[in-house]
């Protein structure tokens, strides 16, 4: 287990160094240089230089590249060449908005697709199976930003229970803030759950085909029971490794949803970023998401090991 | 007063009849042997009276089972009767347990889910019943995971999940088919004990007419979901009354009519393999650190002569398959050499091997995984022409397979069929003839019969012999069936912890085995001669 835990480790920390070399270098190659974009284009070359020089632009391009890494181990990506404003504080704000919305999507996303996988599996090839895959069809088929519009008519226009868009801040109370996070988490969640019932369903098609099933069938237990306690846990990993890659999706493309609702998250920062040419936002950004979607990756890697026993002792 | 008594049992799914006016019966600490060829319905008798049918089958007539009538329970009344009165083991040991719940937590579920007891006392019952079927707590305590243990041992799981509650009727449905012959003899042994220390009553399912012989009081032969024969076992296959009793006991004795053997004659020999070993490196203990490597062929030569057949034997995991994996070139030893008509073939490139690849072909056990399913018969054995020189027009192709058809019994119709349209038989027919296109010198058949039925594999076994005389194809037979060895080959090596460790003439070796490797296989090969005359003195 120890050895699997540590070259898990070792991949992610490898992993994380090869990705900051990469999004460094492309941000080198790209044109543009950034202290001239910053004094605009009447600027005389000695500002120019002497900018270089303050901003360390001038320096050797590994030391450049290490000095930049450094920063980011000690949380400092720098400053916004547009906002002037240190690019944790921005990335900070815009967290605490895409991290629980994402957390809420995925939890929303799991609990509504593992029973409906367990229900249609069970019921294969039979009306209720049939009613659900269709639904989930339905869900994988239509866009999010429709449904959240439908979401908006219903939910705030219709019944006023939230509100339709905006976010008040979490200064404003747990409960106002998660409210208007409410909508956008389920219009995420139901196209993300109808994946994830699909694949929770075949996965579980397959393993009750398995041998040991007729063996814990054998020994007097339910159906049910087997379902729960032998077929699911069986099926986990292919769940798992789909959570995993939702999980990251939800942190970071989230922008239609955000846009359609009006939530300053993470996806509309790199969006206006990209625009303006804020590259040194668009590159923390991008670095922030790296580590998070590795360290995801990471955790799902863990769990596998936790469900599946073979893997904590490879023979 | 039977304990289970099945009276007039048909069985359909979908328009499939699988079972016709079945009858059978099994008393308190009887033996019932159920035998069969694959399709005859054995294995879904047993799951009629688990009620653990597909979902398709539709059953008619009657089974009872202590005084339950087993096909109009409920199904609550079925849950509280599997795994308490009636336990089952299955064929497929090593999927057969959960591989994510340790051995502990599975045998002990049943006891828990039927007893109620608290999770501590089933653990204990657990505990007793792993040391009753040979798995002592030192090296097998409750929080082993199945993929800890190897076959056998997996077995022996299934069975004390079975019999944890002390079942009145136990059903073993092909319990040793997939292990190696000494195995299977530790395994019928318990079965035997477990019967004889609670007057349970076994159902045994088997195709092997010899192990139902050694096991079974009674006897009833299946085919094609009818009752053929009933009754006592020694008098049912001492008078083999029935002529399809008849036949099974002929074909599963059957020796092949062969010529004078052939030895190792003077000349150049086919094959020789000079001190060859193969390590595989240890498993990973830790980020740094390896267990020392495994030694799979332990300093092994042999030589082979034209024309002659060997046969490669020992228990699974001997080291025979990669022993023949290497003299096929697909493996690489670690040292020694292999030469194949005076040319070294370790240590070659694909391209220096093409000519030795021509001449070398291989027959695998399993006639349902080794071919395409995709790819229709002319494809899929005009496959190695490849490795020939000049690559052959498409007429010629045809005519090459259509020939190789005819050799192995095949007829010109099949030539565009694809393998799902082709029954067992046909199928291993099919990758003789894939074999045998390129006029090798040398063929290596890895277990090529024990797939399959009686009946077949006697006709198979019959092919080989044939072709060995016709083509004078030497061949390498690797199998832990001593039946085979005995049928068809001149010579016999006997493999033992990837060491040889006796050779010589396979009657002699398999009449007055010297070591004590090959003492244990010998003594552990069913033999249905000497099962029936046991039962004759047994039962007078």
Partial sequence: ????????????????????????????????????????????????????????????????????ASGLLSLDFGRSYTYSVPVIDLVRERLAVSLPLALIALALSTIIAIPIGLFSASRRGRVGDMVAMGAAQLGVAVPNFWFALMLIYVFAVWLHLVPAGGFPGWAAGAWPALKSLLLPAVALALPQAAILARVTRSALIEVLN???????????????????????RNAMIPVLTILGLQFAFLLAGTIIIENVFYLPGLGRLVFQAITQRDLIVVESVVMLLVAAVIAVNLVVDLSYAVVDPRLRTRQ | MSL?????????????QILKDMELSVSPGEVMGLVGESGSGKSMTALTVMRLLPHAARAGGRVTFDGIDVLAATEDQMCALRGD??????????????PVKTIGEQVAEGIRWHTKATRAEAEERARKMLDRVGLPSAKFPLSRYPHELSGGQRQRVVIAIACALKPKLLIADEPTTALDVVLQAQILDLLRDLVAESRMGLLLISHDLAVVTEMADRITILRRGEVMEAGDTARTLSEQLHSYTRQLAQASMHVPARARPRGAGPGQPLLQVEGVTRDYPGRRTSLFRRAPDIRAVDDVSLSMAPGQSVALVGRSGCGKSTLARMILALDRPSSGTIRFRGDTITGKSEAELKPARRDMQVVFQDPYGSFDPRQKVERLVAEPLHVLDRKPTRAERREMVAHALHEVGLGQQDIDKYPHELSGGQRQRLSIARAIITRPKLVVADEPV?????????????????LNQKLGIAYLFITHDLTVARAITDEVLVMHEGKIIERGKTSEVLDRPQSEAAKSLVAAAPDLHRAIARRMQEQG
């Fill in chain 2, 4 to 16: 289970l008594e099945i009276d007039n049992l048909s069985l359909t799914i979908g328009d499939t």
């Fill in chain 1, 1 to 68: 287990m120890t050895a699997y835990l540590l070259k898990r480790l070792a991949i992610a920390i490898a992993t994380l160094v090869l990705a900051s070399i990469v999004v460094f270098a492309v941000l080198e190659v790209l044109p543009g240089d950034p202290a001239r974009l910053m004094l605009g284009m009447n600027a005389s070359a000695d500002q120019v230089e002497l900018l270089r020089n303050q901003m360390g632009l001038d320096a050797p391009l590994a030391w450049r590249y290490l000095h930049w």
């Fill in chain 2, 450 to 466: 024990s797939a399959l039925d009686v009946s077949i594999r006697a006709q198979i076994l019959d092919l080989f012999a044939e």
């Fill in chain 1, 210 to 232: 398995e041998d040991y099933i007729r063996t814990a069938r054998a020994k007097g237990l339910p159906y049910r029971a087997v379902l729960w306690r032998h077929a699911l």
């Fill in chain 2, 85 to 98: 009165d009636i336990g089952m083991v299955f064929q497929e040991p090593m999927t057969a347990l959960n």
